[in-house]
């Protein structure tokens, strides 16, 4: 795919509207590692088709299959489920890695997370995580349920403590869709053993379309998205706890649940220029955070209103500093401008929120790709960016320097057509890197698979 659809924009503008970054990317570029610059314009040089038709990755990296849907999970707890979503690899003991899968799964979703005695909340539901546990080589040792009985778990967020934060991406009430409890909720899972986190819903977090956490490391602060389809449109969160940094369950003493408010902004897409600053964040309590009877977002925030966005899906901790993703946003759809996407940061110091990467509008629709989603950083500096949109679905990696290229792609098609030419791929999701940074996994959504791919990183 040629780079120029997504190249720079220069503070005065370009026809190509494609990305736009501010000024000051230092911390959002800065990786866990010295970073260092890539050569060449093109990243690591064009994907090189697959010959078993699975991931198109550049020259001299590889990739194995750790697990796909179907499959029997080791634990002999029954299948491994299908809809692989957000991710993360968590650190664990004697060099091990656990990676914590989400199942975005509702109650009509074909392979559903196995109920478990002690980590199911819900019978009645088929989402869920699931923990593949990594040796020290990369080779899996064992893979189980973390948690079962959730709705539609799509992201998420590492804590501190090294535990998963599990999102329900629903509102759904009992006797939804067959379902038993209320749902709605985020989970904690302790991926070295779940039964010791269960199946515990945190409802001080709120009750609404989750779709992911990020974790202040240095003030136990949670921050959470919220991805609303239909207007009113989702807000920004953050959850003050009771026990900050309190390590594993500590999230379950309660807290205060707040909103967040940019005066005079009362939508998010309608902010264009890249590096544009707001200092006057506000965070407004929110009225009834269980939802009882209405919605978060319908609610009453006061005459001065609150700050909703569309599609506000991936969130991440970086540097000082939090930041969230706007996938998109439709004026068509009630949107106050068009955008392919937004990256946010939230500097909770300063209390200062800056637009730091604009996606498109594009000007040239004969060239496809769209919509971040999960995003992460790279431990050599810049970007992994998961593509939720039209035409074949690429995880696309953004430098330093502003370069944007194609990362991998997915080979597997989900249709094609009468002349066999392929029509519909399956999205990318939860894109990670091991905590050494030599291994980055990634989700297909569908059919659900999970890959790690080694290479040359810079």
């Given at each position: 795919?040629?780079a ?16 736009a970054?501010?000024?000051?990317l ?5 990786g ?25 990755l ?21 299948a491994?489920?299908?809809r692989?979503?957000?991710?993360a ?6 060099g ?20 478990v005695?002690g ?9 869920g ?16 349920v973390?948690?079962?009985g ?39 899972v ?10 515990v ?5 709120g009750r ?6 990020a ?5 136990g602060?949670v ?11 989702g ?6 706890p ?33 590096g ?8 407004v309590p ?6 009882r009877?209405?919605p978060?977002r ?21 540097g ?9 946003a ?7 401008a ?13 209390r ?9 509008p ?51 098609a ?7 030419q ?17 291994t ?10 999970t890959?790690?791919?080694?290479g040359?990183?810079?």
């Amino acid at each position: 795919m040629s780079a120029t659809r997504r190249q720079m924009l220069t503070r005065t503008g370009s026809a190509l509207a494609g990305i736009a970054f501010s000024g000051a990317l230092a911390e959002l570029f800065a990786g866990t590692a010295a970073a260092s610059a890539h050569t060449g314009s093109t990243g690591y040089g064009p994907l090189v088709p697959d010959p078993d038709g699975l991931l198109d990755l550049p020259r001299g990296f590889r990739y194995r299959v750790l697990s796909r849907e179907g499959a029997p999970l080791r634990s002999g707890e029954g299948a491994v489920p299908g809809r692989h979503d957000g991710m993360a690899a968590i650190a664990g003991r004697r060099g091990r890695v656990h990676l914590v899968r989400n199942h975005e799964n509702g109650a009509d979703a074909p392979l559903g997370v196995p109920t478990v005695p002690g980590l199911t909340y819900d019978p009645a539901a088929r989402g869920g995580c699931t923990v593949l546990t990594l040796d020290p080589r990369g080779a899996v040792v064992d893979e189980r349920v973390g948690v079962a009985g959730t709705a539609v778990n799509c992201a998420g967020g590492p804590t501190p403590w090294r535990t998963w934060l599990t999102c329900e991406e629903t509102e759904d009430t009992a006797g939804t869709d067959g379902y038993e409890r209320d749902h709605g909720f985020v989970f904690e899972v302790d991926p070295a053993d779940p039964r010791r986190s269960g199946a515990v819903p945190l409802t001080a977090l709120g009750r609404f379309a989750h779709e992911a956490v990020a974790v202040d490391p240095r003030s136990g602060v949670v921050y959470e998205t919220e991805d609303a389809f239909e207007r009113p449109f989702g807000l920004f969160y953050r959850f003050l706890p009771h026990r900050p940094l309190g390590g594993p369950g500590s999230l379950r003493a309660g807290g205060t649940l707040e909103a967040m408010r940019v005066p005079g902004v009362p939508d998010l897409s309608a902010v264009r220029e890249p590096g544009t600053r707001f200092d006057r964040v506000e965070w407004v309590p929110v009225p009834d955070s269980q939802a009882r009877r209405t919605p978060i977002r319908f609610q009453d925030f006061g005459r001065r209103g609150i700050t909703h966005a569309q599609k506000l899906e991936g969130c991440y901790w970086g540097g000082r500093s939090v930041y969230f993703v706007s996938s998109f946003a439709r004026a068509s759809q009630g949107s106050a401008a068009d955008h392919h996407g937004q990256v946010w940061r939230y500097d909770p110091h300063l209390r200062r929120l800056t637009l730091v990467v604009v996606f498109g509008p594009d000007s040239d629709p004969r060239l496809p790709g769209e919509s971040p989603d999960n995003i992460c950083l790279a431990p050599g500096g810049g970007l992994m960016v998961c593509e939720d949109g039209g035409g074949a679905q690429h995880v696309y990696g953004l430098t330093r320097r502003g370069e944007v290229y194609a990362m991998a792609r997915n080979a597997q098609a989900l249709e094609t057509d009468a002349s066999g030419q392929a029509t519909e791929w399956g999205e990318f999701a939860g894109v990670t890197f091991s905590p050494d940074g030599r291994t980055m996994y990634v989700n297909c959504y569908s059919p659900g698979t999970t890959f790690a791919v080694t290479g040359p990183w810079a």
